[in-house]
């Protein structure tokens, strides 16, 4: 069982920066690939970035790429989502999640999620 924990969202203009945390906790975090999602009223949840288990590949959603850096610290039981260079499209509910099936962008792999933390980007 793991327990995930968001943490770092608010309200900030766009141009400017958001580091999102994900504070896991339960056994053997570190053999868990984590992605990022987010989600906006009346859309579907996306991926935005996912790293795998030991840190040595990671993904990006088109549109973030260039913008958002995904990484993890097993010590701390923590992975990081940098976000710079925001836009009002980035505007949504962020969460974190954990699995142990195939990397990669489907919310299916994933088995554990957190509650979510709120980014908004103004104009």
């Known amino acids: 069982q793991v327990q995930l924990v968001e943490s770092g969202g608010g309200l900030v203009q766009a141009g400017g920066s958001l580091r999102l945390s994900c504070a896991a906790s339960?056994?053997?975090?570190?053999?868990?690939?984590v992605g990022w999602f987010r989600q906006s009223p009346g859309k579907e949840r996306d991926i935005v970035a996912a790293?795998?288990?030991?840190?040595?590949?990671?993904l990006y959603a088109d549109s973030v790429k260039g913008r958002f850096t995904i990484s993890r610290d097993n010590t701390k039981n923590t992975v990081y989502l940098q976000m710079n260079s925001l836009k009002p499209e980035d505007t949504a509910v962020y969460y974190c999640a954990a699995g142990r099936g195939v990397f990669g962008r489907l919310a299916s792999s994933y088995d554990y999620w957190g509650q979510g933390t709120q980014v908004t980007v103004s104009s």
């Open positions: 339960g056994r053997r975090f570190s053999s868990y690939n």
């Open positions: 790293i795998t288990w030991s840190g040595g590949s990671t």
